[in-house]
């Protein structure tokens, strides 16, 4: 994860980010908070979704914090294209909105994120960067509708031909919203290699975040939402 004490210590770069939020003082407050964190650096803004994906083909982000009601083409549509097109850049949703149609629509669309906007600084703070590391964040309210809901509709599929045992170990550790530093303590490997599986796990599932993988794995059965 980066952070600023890793930045100044001169072996990381700054996360850049989008803004995608139709309201210009939403923005201006958000973009005052982010950028008065030397790890991270907001390189553009937009108003609508059409807006979002061209300034996001454009200036290629590590992270988009994205807004659902906007004019036009909302935040899940404009996810959705987003994540088409570059299926590694981590969306975090930052709304008033904790309708369950809203949640689940924008996880499906790809979203590694969802917080809400009566979320403290500090939250938002450490949203962004677990995002940017490929790690989930949900506001625990939404964290709760993900486990309620798909605690009674999974499909129990064997994994063996997606993947690893050792994989589906760390993806089912990894569901529990532990760190990598945290995983690789708790099965005794180094953080590159959690790394490795969890970009493998990535690719054999077709998704490009720990919330998308994790979603599947529920979704398939090979993870036990009351465990969680």
Same mark, same amino acid.
Request: no cysteine.
């Given at each position: 994860m980066l952070d600023a004490e890793t930045l100044e210590a001169g072996t990381a770069r700054p996360i850049t980010l989008l803004l995608v939020d139709d309201h210009p003082v939403v923005r201006k407050g958000t973009r005052e908070l982010l950028e008065s964190e030397a790890d991270l650096r907001v390189v553009g803004e937009a108003g609508s979704g059409e807006e979002a994906i061209l300034r996001a083909r *454009?200036?290629?982000?590590?992270?988009?914090?994205?807004?659902?009601?906007?004019?036009?083409?909302? $935040?899940? *549509? !404009? #996810?959705? !294209?987003?994540?088409?097109?570059?299926? $590694?850049? $981590?969306?975090?949703?930052? #709304?008033?909105?904790?309708? *369950?149609? &809203?949640?689940? !629509?924008?996880?499906?669309? $790809?979203? !590694?994120? &969802?917080?809400?906007?009566?979320?403290?600084?500090? *939250?938002?703070?450490?949203?962004?960067?677990?995002?940017?590391?490929?790690?989930?964040?949900?506001?625990?309210?939404?964290?709760k509708k993900v486990l309620e809901r798909f605690s009674t509709h999974t499909t129990p599929t064997p994994p063996e031909d997606d993947l690893s045992p050792r994989e589906l170990e760390v993806l089912r550790v990894a569901a529990t919203g532990r760190t990598n530093k945290e995983i690789a303590r708790d099965l005794d490997i180094s953080p590159r290699t959690v790394q490795v599986h969890l970009a493998n796990i990535f690719s054999k599932l077709g998704v490009g975040s720990r919330t998308e993988a994790v979603l599947y794995g529920i979704k398939r059965g090979w993870i036990d939402p009351k465990n969680l």
């Open positions: *454009d200036l290629t982000p590590d992270v988009i914090l994205m807004d659902v009601s906007m004019p036009g083409m909302n $935040g899940i *549509d !404009a #996810t959705r !294209a987003i994540k088409a097109e570059r299926p $590694g850049v $981590g969306v975090l949703v930052l #709304t008033s909105y904790d309708d *369950d149609a &809203y949640v689940f !629509a924008l996880l499906e669309a $790809g979203a !590694a994120g &969802y917080l809400l906007k009566n979320a403290s600084e500090d *939250d938002l703070l450490g949203a962004v960067r677990a995002v940017a590391a490929g790690e989930s964040a949900l506001h625990p309210s939404v964290a």
